[in-house]
Nanobody
C-alpha cells in the first residue's frame, strides 16, 4: 500500500519554473516505478513522464521533453517533477502515480490527489 501526496503547484508566468513534489508513505515505495500525469479541464489525463524504481531510467512525453525532469529520493520517499520553460498549455492538475512503467493511467494502482499548475501568458 502506498499513499501519495503532491505539492508545489501554483501560478507562474510563461517561461517560468516550478518544482512539484510527491511524498509517498509506505515501506515499499522504493520498489515502485513512478509516473507523473496531468489533466487539463475537459481533457483526458495524459502522461507526462516516468521514473524507474531506482531512478536509473526516465522517459518523457514529447510535449515536455527537454523542459521537465523527474527525479526521486528513495531515502526520503519523494519524487520530484522539475518544470522549466513553462507554457500556458502546461496548465493542468498534475498527479503522481505509483505501480507501473506504463504511460497509460489505467495501469497505475496508486494516485495522489493532484496539484494545480497554472501558467499565465
Amino acid at each position: 500500500q502506498v499513499q501519495l501526496e503532491e505539492s508545489g503547484g501554483g501560478l507562474v508566468q510563461a517561461g517560468g519554473s516550478l518544482r512539484l513534489s510527491c511524498a509517498a508513505s509506505g515501506r515499499t515505495f522504493s520498489n515502485y516505478d513512478m509516473g507523473w500525469f496531468r489533466q487539463a479541464p475537459g481533457k483526458e489525463r495524459e502522461f507526462v513522464g516516468r521514473i524507474s524504481w531506482n531512478g536509473g531510467r526516465t522517459s518523457y512525453a514529447d510535449s515536455v521533453k527537454g523542459r521537465f525532469t523527474i527525479s526521486r529520493d528513495n531515502a526520503k520517499n519523494m519524487v520530484y517533477l522539475q518544470m522549466t520553460s513553462l507554457k500556458p498549455e502546461d496548465t493542468a492538475v498534475y498527479y503522481c502515480a505509483a505501480g507501473s512503467w506504463s504511460p497509460l493511467p489505467r495501469n497505475y494502482r496508486y494516485w495522489g490527489q493532484g496539484t494545480q499548475v497554472t501558467v499565465s501568458s
